[in-house]
């Protein structure tokens, strides 16, 4: 594959070069002068890797696959979105800190990533749909946007609202955008909700929803929205974007459960991208041990689906 890679919010436009010029330069100027120009590219570099997800217990796919095999309405329902994803813009990108927040803001992307240091996890990705795949991510816990954020006390959800930019075709299907998805304010406390803005040590490609996406590895895939531009707080469970569409098969909770079937097929097993091995689903997404805990207080609700 021979593209530019459009490394967006990391450099100004006029910059954007395919990556070993990138890195040319960066070895040329040094790396004070380097700094000035691309922080994120080398705070990127040496993106220390979290022990605790080194190992996600199944080989890490192939990126080929995990790059190109994408779900990603806005632009269109099937899976080959990847090229045309690379019209969206990633830089500049804004995000709105905004609802039950002591201080509603907006922060630019490299103004966020210049406050909270990233690192790398390996997690698995369980699509409700029974594809799967292994990915190193980089990014920072969910908890310290939260924090960042300073939500009120009384604030019990966390929202988010994904783009919709004019370069994605999809939007004219009638589906009910933007595309939302919410947490309660303890699942976005688990160390394991985490905010990615990279993959595979690289900037995070616009079709796996550069440059900010959410990534809850113990839920459906569909609960980890790409491409944010909102993140606001309520005391309102919100509808979400598969909820409002189909509630009688995507629910708010999304826990992934061999056990308990998807409406039209089973969610015992799951194909892995790259070599189509079935392979167990499991509990949690395996999970199981870190977040489990924190639906013993939810009854009478389908939190499963
Ligand atoms: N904004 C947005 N986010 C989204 C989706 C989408 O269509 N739009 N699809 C979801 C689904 S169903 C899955 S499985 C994952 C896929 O992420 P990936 O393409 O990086 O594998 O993104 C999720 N986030
Ligand atoms: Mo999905």
Known sequence: MHIIRRRGWEIPEHLVTPEHFVLNRRTLLGAAGAMSILPAIAARADTP??????DAGR??????????????????????????????KQHPWTIRIEGMVAQPRSIGIDDLLAQIPQEERIY?????????MTVPWSGFPLSKLVKLADPLASAKYVVFETAQDKSMTGLSAFYPWPYTEGLTIEEAANDLAFISTGMYGKALPPQ???????????KYGFKSAKSIVKVSFTDKRPVTFWESLQSSEYGFWANVNPEVSHPRWSQATERLLGSNERVP??????????????????????LFM
Not at 49 to 54: D, E, G, L
Not at 59 to 88: C, G, H, M
Not at 208 to 218: A, D, S
């Open 49 to 54: 890797v979290n022990p605790t997800y080194k």
């Open 59 to 88: 080989p890490v796919t192939d990126e080929k696959y995990a790059t190109t095999y994408n779900n990603y309405y806005e632009f269109d329902t099937d899976k080959s979105i990847w090229r045309a994803a690379q019209k969206l």
């Open 124 to 132: 698995r990705h369980r699509c409700v749909e029974a594809w799967a």
């Open 208 to 218: 796996n929803g550069g440059p900010i996406r959410l990534t809850v590895p113990w």
């Open 281 to 302: 689903t499991q509990l949690f997404n395996g999970y199981a041990e870190q977040v489990a805990g924190l639906y013993s207080g939810v009854k009478n609700q389908k």
